[in-house]
């Protein structure tokens, strides 16, 4: 979604600039969009064409194979294998955000978070992280109270979401694991007020920048959407392609809801 993908862009320029600073600068020279936006692009792609979660991936990776891709991502994507390689980290929930705006039920988007993350993150926190992430977002959707969005998380998927970030925010570093990343994201949407608020949190939190505020975005913006200025933004960093897909996504989208 444009919130997952607006939380990439911002959060891009301090992954490994890390900021602890709130009123940090939203766009500088340094940013761009990511992998966590290509397989954003690649999760629509799913929904829209019919592919297979695994051959989407792959043809994303490959249309743009130097957006910062994790070591073992890029060798699974460069290869001919489907086989997964059972990894825990983030990527399987950075990319989930179209399924739970997609699909009319929460189970549906459970299931669907599962069988995306599988393709490479079979390891069991890689699809909590990914199943977590959608489940926030399809809640959110519905405009489900915050607290019993946290309640529901916590007690399907075992995550602790009682800490603050302020709490955390001296200590917290680089984390690219689900289960070091992922309630951080869940935490700085629980904790927000608004779009930018929330995106403001999760990059000032440090750490893996990009991908927590991306994961965070998609939650803002469907709590809250996205201020016209921002989602504005897009059509600076994003190749024309990546425009009319996410065009067509939202059309659909749209349709799909009458």
């Known amino acids: ?3 997952s993908i607006l939380g990439d862009i911002i959060g891009s320029s301090y992954e490994f600039r890390n900021t602890k600073d709130y009123n940090f600068k939203l766009f500088t020279r340094y940013s761009k969009f990511t992998d966590d936006t290509v397989l954003t692009l690649g999760t629509m792609d799913v929904l829209l064409e019919k592919f297979s979660f695994g051959v989407a ?3 994303w990776f490959r249309k743009y194979p130097h957006a910062g891709f994790a070591p073992r991502f890029r060798e699974w994507g460069q290869s001919d294998t489907v086989l997964p390689y059972n990894s825990w980290g983030n990527g399987s929930a950075m990319r989930v955000s179209p399924l739970a705006l997609w699909y009319d039920t929460l189970d549906q988007t459970l ?3 599962k069988q995306s993350a599988m393709c490479t993150h079979n390891h069991p926190e890689g699809v909590k992280g990914a199943q977590a992430t959608a489940a926030v977002i399809f809640l959110a959707r519905q405009k489900t109270p915050k607290e019993e969005i946290r309640n529901y998380i916590s007690s399907t998927f075992g995550y602790e979401l009682r800490f603050t970030l302020d709490a955390i925010r001296p200590s917290y ?3 690219i ?3 070091g990343s992922v309630p951080q994201a869940i935490v700085a949407f629980l904790e927000g007020n608004d779009f930018e608020d929330i995106i403001r949190k999760a990059v000032s939190l440090g750490g893996d920048s990009d991908t927590i505020a991306c994961i965070a975005g998609g939650m803002a913006e469907a709590y809250y959407g996205i201020p016209a200025q921002l989602e504005q933004k897009l059509v600076e960093y ?4 990546m425009l009319e897909k996410i065009d067509k ?3 659909a989208i749209a349709k799909k809801r009458g």
């Open 173 to 175: 570093t680089y984390d």
């Open 1 to 3: 979604m444009k919130g």
């Open 177 to 179: 694991s689900c289960q």
């Open 57 to 59: 991936y792959k043809r």
């Open 238 to 241: 994003l190749p024309q392609e």
């Open 249 to 251: 996504f939202y059309s």
């Open 111 to 113: 299931a669907m978070a």
